[in-house]
Each structure stands twice: as structure tokens, then as C-alpha cells.
């Protein structure tokens, strides 16, 4: 089954202490992306992903980490999170096939910092 | 500064009541228009790639169209679960910005039985 999947869904933590939130799809897909979503503010990208070893800032980079190393896997790393962090993160990826551009999403993961 | 948003931001309509979803976009070049439908507490599920003016979509009661500043989404006799945030993303042409999405706050819809 073509799927995205983030790990954890929910996590609680604490300011400063540093946080992996893991995101692994198996569609082959070229193009990742981690989104924040906000009430009242939609869902804002933070950072995506052309390829292996590819990455690029969304509009909202700014306490955010990712790598790319492999083309399965997206990790977001939060090296010191604040509550302003405090959100529900989604993971997508895409494929362009034929011009068209799937993003498939994750179920999200709540984050709560303390 | 690119730019999406969407009207009206919450519609209840009764079943069977036909009805149409606006998305107004300001980007430096539309490259692609999505429509993605969200289920509380779910990602979003991609609907619909619109590429330019003039464009038409359909899946089953929903039809998407394109013009060259805004994006419609009709539903047609909805049913209760077509219940959901319906989300309009776009993404642009300009060097700076190409590989970017952009998200509107979305229009939550309830279709009354």
C-alpha cells in the first residue's frame, strides 16, 4: 500500500530538548515536504526536497532542521524547540508523472513543547 | 508577495444543495493549482492539479475549474460525507519561490442530512 508514514504522532515535550521527527515513504517519490498547520493559519511549508541530498526552505525554516539522505526518508529535527513550535506537523511527498504533482501526506504528528 | 486565500471560510449546506467553493491566487507565474480535501484530524488527501485557464476537473460530485486569477470548486447534490476542509494550494513559476507550495486557509464545509 503507497504510503506515507511519521513517527511519532503525538509527543510531548520540554524547551531546549532536542527532538527527531521521522518521516519514511515508499513510493519512490522525488519530492518530500514537512508542513506545519495552525488554526487561523493553514498549513505552512517549512522545509522540502527535490532529491537526495537536495533541500530547500519552505516560509517557515526558521528552529527547523531536515536532511536527505536517503530517498525513502525525511527526517525533521528540532535542535531546540520553543512553544511557538508547538503545532501539528504533516509529511507529503510527490511524484511528477506526466506534469502532475500528487503530494501524498502523512497523518501528522502533535507536537506539544513545555 | 505570493498569495492564497479562500472564501467563504466555513458553508453549511443542506444535502443535496448545490454550492461552489471560491480560491483567489496572487503568485509571480501560476505553475499548478491543487485542491486537497482535509477530514478532521487527518492529513490532507490530494483531489485535483489544475495547469491553466480554461482547465476542468471532475470526480464524482466535485468539479474544479481554473481561471486566471481564482479556482472554483463546485459540489454538486453534496451528501454528509463530503463534510471536510477543502484546501487550494498553488505553486509558481518565479526562480525564487519554483519548487515551493502554497497553502490557503481552507473552507470548512458541513452538509447537512
Known amino acids: 500500500e503507497a504510503q506515507v508514514t511519521q513517527n511519532p504522532r503525538y509527543l510531548i515535550t520540554v524547551t531546549g530538548k532536542k527532538l527527531t521527527v521521522t518521516c519514511s515513504q515508499n513510493?519512490?517519490?522525488?519530492?518530500m515536504s514537512w508542513y506545519r498547520q495552525d488554526p487561523g493559519l493553514g498549513l505552512r511549508q517549512i522545509y522540502y526536497s527535490m532529491n537526495v541530498e537536495v533541500t530547500d526552505k519552505g516560509d517557515v525554516p526558521e528552529g527547523y532542521k531536515v536532511s536527505r539522505k536517503e530517498k525513502r526518508n525525511f527526517p525533521l529535527i528540532l535542535e531546540s524547540p520553543s512553544p511557538n513550535q508547538t503545532s501539528l506537523y504533516f509529511c507529503?511527498?510527490?511524484?511528477?508523472?506526466?506534469?502532475?504533482?500528487?503530494?501524498?501526506f502523512g497523518p501528522g504528528t502533535r507536537l506539544l513543547v513545555l | 508577495e505570493d498569495q492564497v486565500t479562500q472564501s467563504p471560510e466555513a458553508l453549511r449546506l443542506q444535502e443535496g444543495e448545490s454550492s461552489s467553493l471560491n480560491c483567489s491566487y496572487t503568485v509571480s507565474g501560476l505553475r499548478g493549482l491543487f485542491w486537497y480535501r482535509q477530514d478532521p484530524g487527518k492529513g490532507p488527501e490530494f483531489l485535483f492539479t489544475l495547469y491553466s485557464a480554461g482547465e476542468e476537473k471532475e470526480k464524482e460530485r466535485l468539479k474544479a475549474t481554473l481561471t486566471k486569477k481564482e479556482s472554483f470548486l463546485h459540489i454538486t447534490a453534496p451528501k454528509p460525507e463530503d463534510s471536510a476542509t477543502y484546501l487550494c494550494a498553488a505553486t509558481s513559476t518565479a526562480k525564487t519561490s519554483y519548487d515551493k507550495v502554497i497553502f490557503g486557509p481552507g473552507t470548512s464545509l458541513s452538509v447537512i442530512p
Open positions: 507529503a511527498s510527490s511524484s511528477l508523472f506526466r506534469g502532475q504533482e500528487t503530494q501524498y
Open positions: 513510493m519512490n517519490h522525488e519530492y
